[in-house]
């Protein structure tokens, strides 16, 4: 069975920045894609960062790109989502995601990953 931990989550003021990280458990993470959701109070669950099973393939949501960044470590079973340059609106619930896909692909929506974390709250204070 595949689980997800997340950690990393905190306050950090406007302009900070936060590292989070998810530790997976089980011998094939390296077939897994791997992504970071976000959901903050009243909105759905979006797709911040996504990342293919070597790395090679990653996707960001356009309000994150040039500040977030995506990298996994398939020797340690971990991926991170190092943020920077934070913003009050990047306020939410962040989650990690794992589904088992070997293919050279990215995915992006909800429906599409089995395998959830619980959570971690990330808040941007302005």
């Known amino acids: 069975q595949v689980q997800l931990v997340e950690s990393g989550g905190g306050l950090v003021q406007a302009g900070g920045s936060l590292r989070l990280s998810c530790a997976v458990s089980?011998?094939?993470?390296?077939?897994?894609?791997m992504g970071w959701f976000r959901q903050a109070p009243g909105k759905e669950r979006e797709c911040v960062a996504a990342?293919?099973?070597?790395?090679?393939?990653?996707y960001y949501v356009d309000s994150a790109k040039g500040r977030f960044t995506i990298s996994r470590d398939n020797a340690k079973n971990t991926v991170t989502l190092q943020m920077n340059s934070l913003k009050p609106e990047d306020t939410a619930v962040y989650y990690c995601a794992a589904d088992l896909d070997y293919r050279e692909i990215v995915h992006t929506k909800r429906d599409d990953y089995d395998h959830w974390g619980q959570g971690t709250q990330v808040t941007v204070s302005s």
């Open positions: 089980g011998r094939t993470f390296s077939l897994y894609t």
């Open positions: 990342i293919s099973w070597s790395g090679s393939n990653t």
